[in-house]
């Protein structure tokens, strides 16, 4: 049976940071000039029922980038829409491909092309998890401190699918983690409740996000609706305006704070032109760090 990629509960503590490990490695190699061609015949199929920008050429350049080869399809190019079933898809794709990438909005889509599939299937994003990406936070967050351990990180605004996987690291990995969400905005219960269990550090769910942000050494920020919620967008502009991350509230945490986004961002919503233009704000550095994490995870499950 491959070995698949659907959420970062799947993996320890050991595996996870290993994977951040050879990522560091890997975009070291590349400031150097190196040339991989460890992936050299090998094809992933990109099936994007959901568009991306960052994600989909962030995975293309990390493919291309280990001498591999990419076959892009959107939701309009696959049978989905026309409701073929999963495993009949996922049955034929894996003989065309050595893995699939998937960016859509229902887990369970994930999960069952993963049962049928004969080839590695990474969660690119669905609703409920978006594991990649927050493996490409942690990596940054060593990067500019040294290790994540010891840290206390804030999330502050919507409990969505980047918040249910940094939930899952922080129980996985063992760091404290602060989410300061309105009620009724609440990360997955299930997750919160999973994570706690298996965590050695205290992960706290509040509604203030001046509390959280106090003494933190990362905090991170997202979009107030997500890819799908945009008929929510005025009654969350409501909702989670005491949210913003500005320089107000920035100036409640440690001088030495760093800042995290994963990018769309909307400026002037849920953070100020200002913080995210600031040098405390590693948003870019976080963007680049996609592709070297996504070079590393095809590298493990297709290599």
Not at 66 to 84: C, K, P, W
Not at 233 to 260: G, H, K, S, T, W
């Amino acid at each position: 049976m491959p070995k698949h990629f659907r959420s970062l509960q799947e993996f320890t503590k050991q595996e996870l940071l290993g994977l951040i490990d050879r990522a560091i490695e890997l975009k070291k190699e590349k400031q150097a000039g190196k040339i991989h061609r460890q992936l050299m015949g090998k094809t992933v199929g990109l099936i994007f029922e959901k568009p991306s920008t960052r994600t989909r050429v962030s995975f293309e350049s990390a493919m291309y980038g280990l001498g591999g080869q990419v076959i892009f399809l959107s939701g309009r190019d696959t049978q989905l829409a026309r409701s073929e079933p999963l495993k009949d898809m996922s049955r034929v794709m894996s003989r065309y491909v050595d893995g699939m990438v998937v960016r859509t909005f229902g887990q369970e889509v994930v999960e069952e092309l993963a049962a049928y599939a004969t080839v590695p299937v990474i969660n690119a994003l669905t609703d409920l998890h978006h594991p990649c990406q927050v493996l490409s936070d942690i990596m940054t967050v060593i990067e500019k401190k040294g290790s994540i351990e010891n840290l206390g990180i804030a999330w502050v605004g919507d409990g969505n699918n980047m918040a249910n996987s940094w939930i899952q690291a922080a129980g996985i990995i063992g760091f404290a983690l602060t989410l300061a969400c309105p009620k009724g905005y609440e990360p997955d219960r299930e997750i919160l409740a999973a994570s706690r269990k298996a965590a050695s550090k205290e992960i706290r769910l509040i509604e203030d996000p001046v509390q959280a942000v106090v003494g933190a050494d990362v905090i991170n920020v997202d979009v107030w609706a997500s890819m799908g919620k945009e008929d929510e967008q005025d009654e969350r502009l409501r909702i989670f305006r005491d949210y913003q991350l500005n320089r107000e509230l920035l100036a409640r945490a440690p001088a030495e704070c760093i800042v995290l986004h994963c990018l769309p961002a909307h400026r002037g919503e849920e953070i100020t032109d200002e913080v995210l233009e600031s040098a405390q704000c590693v948003a870019f550095d976080q963007a680049e760090n996609k592709m070297h994490i996504h070079k590393a995870i095809l590298e493990s499950l297709l290599g």
